[in-house]
């Protein structure tokens, strides 16, 4: 059963325009949602965090927005870079639960030039 | 060391042999978790540990898996008579304990079971 869904196995995008990657959730009872870029042979990487008390978190180019009611959460980049290519994982955690996290099986997203 | 390091970061083993994964976490680093990541697959939690002892343990796939931490750092996965389906990246990370924490990963050790 999986809990944490990226449906979206890949995603190809222009240079300079935006990047939303999606990732859908089934347990209520998470409330704090990561996401982690991979490059290959790398371990992943913290890119940004939002709480379940917020709807929207922004660093830089990136943003994630959360809708808890549709228990939802996408990943913004604008504008997207060709560095930006690699796999990107949502996670997700319960806090005062098991400090693990749930990850999805990642999307691979490709900036072109 | 500035990160987390794992070694070593690809082992090739015979199916039936045992192997030792290393993982150094950030040092002040209390919480130290392993994943692993099949093909094409997404990360799976194994253990948790916060200092020495393992509160969850649930991810653990067999009784062939076990893991030690000790002094509060270095923390070692074994893996006994290994099998082809234990063929996978072992990835682990660190964090500070509880709260909303990031988890900071290493490379990963690639095992592959011949």
């Known amino acids: 059963d999986q809990q944490v869904k990226q449906n979206s196995p890949s995603l190809s995008v222009q240079e300079g325009r935006i990047s939303i990657l999606n990732c859908d959730y089934t347990?209520?009872?998470?409330?704090?949602f990561l996401w982690y870029k991979k490059y290959p042979a790398e371990g992943p990487t913290f890119l940004i965090s939002i709480s379940s008390i917020k709807d929207k978190n922004e660093d830089g180019r990136f943003t994630v927005f959360l809708n808890k009611s549709a228990k939802h959460l996408s990943l913004h980049i604008v504008p997207s870079q060709p560095g930006d290519s690699a796999v990107y994982f949502c996670?997700?955690?319960?806090?005062?639960?098991?400090?693990?996290?749930?990850f999805g099986k990642g999307t691979k997203l490709t900036v072109n030039p | 060391g500035a990160g987390v390091s794992q070694s070593p970061s690809n082992k090739v083993t015979e199916k039936g042999k045992d192997v030792e994964l290393r993982c150094d976490p950030i040092s002040g680093h209390t919480a130290l978790y392993w994943y692993r990541q099949s093909l094409g697959q997404g990360l799976e939690f194994l253990i948790y540990?916060?200092?020495?002892?393992?509160?969850?343990k649930s991810g653990l796939p067999s009784d062939r898996f076990s893991a030690e931490r000790t002094g509060g750092s270095v923390s070692t996965l074994t893996i006994q008579r290994t099998q082809q389906e234990d063929s996978a990246v072992y990835l682990c990370a660190s964090s500070f304990p509880f709260g909303y924490n990031e988890q900071f990963f290493g490379p990963g050790t690639r095992l592959t079971v011949l």
């Open positions: 540990f916060q200092g020495n002892s393992a509160p969850d």
């Open positions: 996670a997700a955690k319960t806090q005062g639960g098991s400090e693990k996290l749930v």
């Open positions: 347990n209520s009872m998470f409330d704090y």
